[in-house]
């Protein structure tokens, strides 16, 4: 069984103090770092781009980033994360003209492709492109903020997505993101998912009574996780 990799999202971090959070976040036990990415026309919100990546490896951050672009269109800036110090870059399937190109450019610049699937986003477009993918991200909210509610849907979407992985016989991720909290992820473990992003669930309450350090609450992930297959 793969291993379970617990992804921050930064979304929920202190931007002012950026470099220190994800070098915090990452010191308490996290796997690797989540960085969402909003252009204000895909979703109604706007973040950070590959300048921040960059800024981020300057700084020293050596975990993977794990790049979600809600942008539309997607191909253009890929190369620019890339260059930035991405290791996955994810994209949802509608922002895209030509999704097998998407994938195929992705992994031509040296990073882990996926594709992201939005609550009423149908699995069906794994079906002809499995062998192009490293991750599957499913959304348990609507993209576009942190601090919204798991929707129990992704549930059953989740094991479905897992047998669409395990008789692929491919190396692919099984990402959740939207709503992880210590008190549901061992159920979506067991639903299938291997790698949690969680922003609010981290950043927002998890702080130890040292503001810089989250060890407790992925400590407490750990633990809820701990003996629950998939
Ligand atoms: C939402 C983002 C998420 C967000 C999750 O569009 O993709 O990564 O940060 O935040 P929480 O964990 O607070 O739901
Ligand atoms: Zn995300």
Do not use: W
Request: proline share 5%; hydrophobic share 45%.
């Amino acid at each position: 069984m793969a291993a379970d990799l617990i992804a921050p999202s930064i979304l929920s971090a202190d931007f002012a103090r950026l470099g220190e959070e994800v070098e915090n976040v990452l010191a308490s036990g996290a796997d690797i770092v989540h960085f969402d990415v909003m252009d204000n026309h895909y979703v109604p919100n706007l973040t950070i781009g590959p300048l921040v990546c960059e800024a981020l490896r300057k700084h020293g951050v050596t975990a993977p980033i794990d790049v979600h672009l809600m942008v539309k269109p997607v191909d253009r800036i890929i190369p620019d994360f890339a260059a930035a110090g991405a290791d996955y870059i994810t994209f949802h399937p509608e922002a895209s003209e030509h999704i097998d190109r998407t994938l195929q450019l992705i992994r031509s610049q040296g990073c882990k492709s996926g594709l992201v699937f939005n609550p009423a986003t149908p699995l069906s477009y794994l079906d002809y492109v499995m062998d192009k993918v490293d991750m599957v991200l499913l959304m348990s909210v609507n993209p576009g903020f942190g601090g919204q509610s798991f929707i129990p849907a992704t549930m059953g979407k989740l094991r479905q997505a897992r047998q669409m992985i395990e008789a692929s016989g491919c190396d692919i991720r099984l990402e959740i993101d939207g709503g992880v909290k210590v008190d549901n992820i061992a159920e979506i473990k067991a639903a299938g998912a291997d790698t949690f992003v969680s922003g609010s669930g981290i950043f927002g309450k998890g702080r130890d009574s040292d503001p810089n350090r989250y060890d407790s609450i992925i400590r407490e992930m750990r633990e809820a996780m701990a003996g629950v297959g998939r």
